[in-house]
């Protein structure tokens, strides 16, 4: 059996192959501790034939953790990834103490004689590395997506809280009626999450179930208000019906978001409050810009589709 491991600044990735993968564990790096890694490995204190781990760290403090606990339980020796005698596999052509060991396991990773690379990794810093034949020639290093995001939330805090996924999804409903509403939020948000480059919601499946729950849940309610708003002209009551509509479904949805991880956690009815709280200024945008969405957006689209 193998043990290969990744400690990011975000998380720590532990698999275990033989004849292939068999086991693949992810943890949060700031809340690894020994409690964790004995429950989660105790079976390596069976008869194993293994001695070593390679693992890819930058994150030193966490690495020398998980290095002491791995050898005090398990007698497994974990060793980091840069201490390798590496000449036989690369050529590295910069200063190796500069290179990040998740970088160098990258470009070892898609090596090859014939061929050259840009590798580029999304994490909590986005990198683009340069392969060429057996050489690596070094890359840069720029803030990550989620990075650059909370950043930009920070100086321009609406701007996360627009998005037009909601109104499609309703649209759908409105368009196709409900059992197909909730056919395309289910399927548009497991795509959309599954795949979303800021952070797969494949990660944590509380909240990716939560996620399909509340989108798949505004094509329904399209559907089911159908007979209502598929007209061709649209009064004032009509249009405050939408406002409301777009506020109250997109809540919904923010609600069941929240709600994931406390109730994940077992952290009962005091965390699901404290959830609902610590995010309440973002969701209320998210709310008030979602109305405006439905309001200048539905019956225009409508109009069109009757015509």
Not at 66 to 76: G, T
Not at 156 to 165: G, K, M, R, T
């Amino acid at each position: 059996m193998i043990i290969v491991g990744d400690i990011g600044n975000t998380e720590v990735k532990i698999c275990f192959f033989y004849n292939g993968l068999k086991k693949k564990y992810l943890f949060k790096t700031d809340s690894l501790n020994k409690k964790i890694i004995r429950n989660k490995f105790n079976f390596l204190r069976k008869k194993i034939y293994l001695k070593n781990a390679i693992i890819s760290s930058v994150v030193p403090k966490t690495f020398s953790q998980i290095k002491k606990i791995f050898f005090n339980l398990y007698k497994v020796n974990c060793i980091e990834l840069k201490k390798l005698n590496l000449t036989r596999l690369i050529n590295i052509k910069v200063n190796k103490k500069e290179i990040g060991s998740d970088r160098l396991a990258n470009a070892i990773s898609v090596m090859s004689k014939n061929k050259n690379f840009i590798v580029v990794d999304f994490g909590t810093a986005t990198t683009f590395d340069v392969i060429k034949k057996n050489n690596y020639l070094g890359g840069v290093i720029a803030p990550g997506v989620t990075l650059s995001l909370d950043n930009l939330i920070k100086k321009a805090s609406l701007i996360p809280n627009i998005e037009l996924i909601t109104v499609v999804v309703f649209l759908s409903g409105l368009y196709l009626g409900i059992r197909w509403g909730g056919v395309v939020g289910m399927t548009s948000m497991a795509i959309y999450s599954g795949m979303n480059p800021m952070g797969s919601g494949l990660s944590f499946p509380p909240l990716f179930a939560m996620q399909i729950i509340g989108m798949s849940l505004t094509g329904i309610i399209g559907g089911l208000v159908r007979p209502f708003f598929f007209v061709k002209q649209f009064n004032v009551f009509l249009i405050s019906s939408l406002a409301i509509l777009g506020f109250t479904v997109t809540l919904i949805y923010d609600m069941l978001t929240l709600i994931a991880y406390p109730i994940a956690a077992g952290l009962g009815f005091s965390g699901m409050l404290a959830a609902l709280i610590k995010g309440l200024g973002f969701t209320l945008l998210h709310e008030i810009s979602n109305a405006i969405v439905f309001v200048v957006s539905i019956p225009r689209i409508i109009k069109l589709l009757k015509n």
